[in-house]
């Protein structure tokens, strides 16, 4: 008998979420305690399209160009108005070469996996936009069960129970489907992915963290995230009791989650600071713009407060140019601004970001030596609060990533400190309060990743990279190497 994979995406499984609840999630801590828990890094941005893509695709963002940043309130107005673009993974991912060895896969509901394409085995996709379930080989539909398989669009807004009910009834039939087809069909590869996870994180982390500043105290959903990692912890066990003991069994996930942050550092204010940003100084556009973006933190902090994205993002359905609006400062004189942050973090406050330098007027070196400066300030930056840098780590674009997509990213990107968001304006302080924090107050984090395996990693290759998770797969199934993967087996 060949080698047999089974491989679980769960998007937005953190790894320190899961040492919080180890003790209630008995299958995962015995697959810890056998096998290997490996540090996983995700990908910048540490954003699901972007992730999945990398994994699937065994390529960097830069060379398969799946690059966005959206925040929440324009995302939720693209699942209601377009479907995702699956072109730039479509027959490059990891199943489609494993199908290309000759061996059966079944893929179910693989990001970025609708509509489906022809593999060896069977490929079931789901819209993000509709109720539009697409099935690979089209004959096999009239024998599988799809109700019950939408994903749940939307806020929870004042209907949370009836949202956590939704994903409950969701991840239970992904996984008594799952199940049936574990037993009934022939595979080399199976693939399950989930994102039921990373909605709840989103909605439910500061009804569920006690640490959190808007923890309202005990409340009747400060248990859902557990929850939910009980009901993945189940599937898992599921999972186990069906597979052969040789069979190789990983449980995977994009990015990490935690909780948004709830400062934030100002980039654009910053950069006026440094003489790159210039404000408007005519007195009746001076006055205006201010009057906007003051206006601007008010609607903010009111639909955070009152629980009203969901309103906000039918608004941006209607009128789109509403989101540039609150996410870019009115008061830039664009005519005169040589660098300015990218409102790559929209209304919502990440912690990475990146900045574009206007290169019309420019001389190479003197597009280079702004680089250099702005870095260098960044680096030298310090948190007010601790004292500690404001900035983990920042880079030049073509020092990230190679490939051809690198013009997508920012002239220069980083990432700040977990608990300390980008801001965009520019009005004279440095630092603020993230308004939009309770709105979606949980957030992608890029280094609690997760990747377990039911088998021995040595000590030295206990982290990698998600380009990694591929050339991982091929060794598994004992697919020789492949040319064109810049990541490397684990195994």
Excluded at 12 to 39: F, H, M, R, W
Excluded at 103 to 116: E, Q, S
């Amino acid at each position: 008998m060949g080698a047999k994979i089974i491989l679980l995406g769960i998007d937005a499984l953190d790894s320190s979420v899961l040492q919080k609840y180890q003790e209630e999630l008995p299958n995962i801590k015995e697959i810890c305690q056998t096998g290997s828990q490996v540090l996983l890094h995700s990908v910048c941005p540490p954003d699901s399209d972007t992730a999945w893509a990398t994994i699937s695709t065994g390529m960097n963002p830069a060379q398969h160009g799946v690059i966005q940043f959206a925040d929440p309130l324009e995302k939720s107005s693209k699942y209601i108005t377009s479907e995702i673009d699956n072109s730039a993974i479509k027959g490059r991912t990891f199943w489609d070469y494993v199908s290309l060895e000759r061996k059966r896969v079944c893929a179910l509901f693989p990001h970025m996996g609708y509509p489906t394409w022809p593999v060896n085995g069977i490929m079931i996709g789901r819209s993000r936009l509709n109720d539009g379930i697409d099935v690979y080989p089209p004959s096999l539909r009239k024998d599988l069960d799809l109700t019950n398989l939408q994903v749940v669009k939307g806020f929870p807004g004042r209907k949370k129970s009836r949202y956590i009910h939704a994903n409950e009834i969701l991840l239970n039939s992904q996984s008594e489907l799952a199940l049936n087809l574990l037993k009934s069909e022939e595979w080399d590869l199976f693939f399950l992915y989930t994102s039921v996870l990373d909605m709840i994180q989103h909605y439910f982390w500061n009804l569920c963290d006690e640490t959190d500043p808007t923890y309202p105290g005990p409340n009747e959903f400060q248990n859902t995230i557990k929850k939910f990692y009980r009901m993945h912890d189940q599937l898992v066990g599921l999972l186990m009791q069906e597979m052969a003991p040789e069979t190789t069994l990983i449980i995977l996930s994009d990015h990490g989650h935690g909780m948004r942050p709830v400062n934030v550092f100002n980039a654009n204010e910053f950069l006026r600071q440094q003489n790159y940003l210039v404000l408007k100084s005519r007195p009746m556009e001076k006055h205006f713009s201010s009057w906007v973006d003051w206006n601007k933190l008010v609607f903010l902090s009111g639909i955070s407060r009152l629980q009203l994205g969901e309103a906000a993002s039918k608004v941006l359905k209607i009128i789109p140019w509403a989101k540039n609006l609150y996410s870019s400062p009115i008061s830039i004189d664009w005519e005169r601004t040589i660098a300015f942050a990218t409102n790559l973090s929209g209304i919502k406050a990440y912690s990475y970001s990146g900045i574009m330098i206007k290169r019309d007027n420019l001389s190479e070196s003197e597009y280079e030596n702004i680089r250099t400066q702005i870095i260098k300030s960044m680096i030298e930056m310090k948190d007010p609060l601790s004292e500690r840098n404001l900035v983990r780590w920042i880079s030049r674009r073509e020092d990230l990533y190679h490939g051809p997509f690198i013009n997508k990213y920012p002239d220069i990107v980083f990432e700040l400190q977990d608990d300390i968001g980008v801001g965009l304006t520019a009005d004279g302080n440095l630092f603020g309060k993230a308004e939009s924090h309770q709105l979606v107050p949980g957030s992608h984090k890029s280094d609690s990743a997760v990747f377990i395996i039911n088998k021995k990693i040595p000590d030295h290759e206990q982290q990698m990279e998600l380009v990694d998770v591929t050339p991982t797969i091929f060794s598994l199934l004992g697919i020789p190497s492949l040319s064109g993967f810049e990541g490397r087996s684990i195994i």
